[in-house]
């Protein structure tokens, strides 16, 4: 429902294809092979089809063609670098076949050519690792033990990390950013990340013990590794992953990792995570925490989640961005009792931007009930002309909303400002006959010069029929 859900679990989960054969996924979000970079080289002309095949997604040609450079031209310089290529159209390829074929020119060309950039970088074991996760969840043995060795580095502190224990000042450091402290390898995270993710698919029982270690680690090189682990437990849902991002949330000393805690309580199925949730609305002054609770609570359709939700709205001692998150989130949920709460609560506050996120949140709340309710905001006088127009333009995006009854609006109007908005509303309607007839009707008809020139504009952008011939009649009248 939410990007950054999907986004986040795509970057780190494997897939299975259809048939049920193997595949993995590139996890590599849009990499592109390098551009050739030694024109006069022999393999020069096969590296640019290679990667132009990569481009296309033609994983076959792309296969033969980086496999033809390393076979051909063992000395070019594309050589060492078209083995990680090769594996990685093979692995897109699908099928344990070519997963194990990959699987082999990774270790033959991280054997061969250690200073090849996409072994330096880090790639191709990540890729490998990938791999053997494939095979461990089709059942090669020997995968899965790799696989568990390698899950289980994540939880070792890194080496040449003096005294271990909670850095204060690598937590400052990389606080606020995705990439490694100085001095830290962030492709061994990456692989590491890989092999846990593995292991969770897998449904190892060594899946979330291990994840537990990895979040007790308080070195400094750990930190972008808790954060990726964070997104990992919150996959296994449940009551035991919902203790371990709490106990999380409360204590890491990073505060992003503290922060993925809280959003991805979101995605735990347990009745624990929502007096976390509340507690931190309640006493916390962290406003990013705070909008990473809201949303939390907005994906819990419980009735304790909704009400803190509901609370939190009602607050005047927040600030006004957290007030109007919550605001949106509670219209969000499609809820009769959210709907009347907001409805009460837009005649309470005095807040100009909470009463304009009120309209919104409610207009996506398609009733009956909410409709008249926007159009009766749109005609009180009591509200500013800014909140009535929002009211109206609001309740003019709802395709339930009678056009007749806008039409009614305009003619009982007294203000130029809001006909013209009623104007511009009908306008958005424009594929609506009714809409398009109130346009021509003021366009005939209006007696302010400055309304008719709107209409008259509106029916020019319309594709009706009718708004052609009516403008023809005006013309020659």
């Not at 294809?17 to 996890?27: D, E, I, K, L």
């Not at 344990?96 to 033959?108: F, T, Y």
């Not at 402290?181 to 990456?190: I, L, Q, T, Y």
């Not at 925490?289 to 949303?295: N, R």
Request: glycine share 8%; net charge neutral; proline share 2%.
């Amino acid at each position: 429902m939410h990007k950054l859900i999907i986004i986040a679990a795509v970057a780190v989960l494997g897939a299975t294809n259809g048939a049920g054969a193997t595949r993995v996924s590139s996890g590599d979000g849009g990499m592109a092979v390098p551009r050739a970079w030694a024109p006069a080289d022999s393999a020069d002309s096969l590296w640019r089809q290679g990667r132009n095949a990569i481009s296309d997604e033609d994983w076959r040609l792309a296969q033969k063609l980086f496999a033809q450079i390393h076979d051909r031209y063992p000395k070019s310089a594309y050589a060492a670098d078209s083995y990680y290529w090769e594996a990685f159209a093979l692995s897109r390829r699908g099928g344990s076949g070519n997963i194990r074929d990959a699987v082999s020119l990774l270790e033959r060309q991280m054997e061969r050519f250690a200073g090849a950039s996409s072994v330096k970088s880090g790639d191709s074991k990540s890729l490998l690792t990938r791999l053997q996760g494939a095979l461990a969840r089709g059942g090669d043995a020997s995968a899965a033990a790799e696989i568990s060795a390698r899950a289980g580095s994540a939880s070792a502190r890194s080496s040449g990390n003096a005294g271990g224990g909670s850095s204060r000042a690598g937590a400052r450091a990389s606080r606020g950013s995705s990439s490694s402290a100085d001095g830290c390898k962030s492709e061994e995270d990456d692989d590491r990340v890989e092999a846990l993710n593995a292991l969770l698919q897998m449904g190892s029982d060594d899946a979330l013990p291990i994840l537990k270690k990895v979040l007790a680690r308080r070195d400094q090189c750990s930190e972008v590794l808790r954060r990726k682990a964070v997104f990992l437990v919150s996959q296994k849902r449940g009551d035991e992953a919902a203790d371990l991002l709490m106990e999380t949330a409360r204590n890491d000393p990073d505060g992003e990792t503290r922060e993925q805690a809280v959003f991805w309580l979101s995605q735990v199925r347990s009745e624990k995570a929502v007096p976390l949730l509340e507690q931190i609305l309640k006493s916390s002054t962290d406003e990013d925490m705070q909008d990473k609770a809201l949303f939390a609570l907005s994906q819990k359709s419980d009735d304790r989640a909704q009400q803190a939700l509901r609370d939190y709205a009602s607050r005047d001692d927040v600030s006004d961005h957290l007030r109007e998150q919550s605001i949106f989130w509670l219209g969000q949920r499609h809820s009769d009792e959210n709907a009347k709460f907001l409805r009460d609560l837009f005649a309470k506050t005095t807040n100009g931007a909470a009463k304009d996120k009120i309209l919104f949140s409610l207009s996506q709340t398609r009733n009956a009930g909410n409709d008249q309710w926007l159009l009766d905001q749109a005609v009180n006088t009591k509200n500013s002309m800014e909140i009535r127009k929002q009211a109206l333009f609001w309740a003019g995006q709802n395709g339930s909303v009678d056009l007749a009854k806008l039409g009614a609006l305009y003619d009982k109007a007294p203000e130029e400002e809001f006909k013209n908005q009623v104007i511009f509303v009908l306008s958005q309607r424009g594929k609506s006959p009714e809409a398009v007839d109130k346009l021509i009707d003021i366009a005939k008809n209006e007696k302010n010069r400055e309304l008719r020139k709107q209409a008259i504009f509106w029916l020019g952008q319309s594709h009706d029929p009718r708004a052609l011939k009516a403008l023809g009649e005006l013309i020659n009248r």
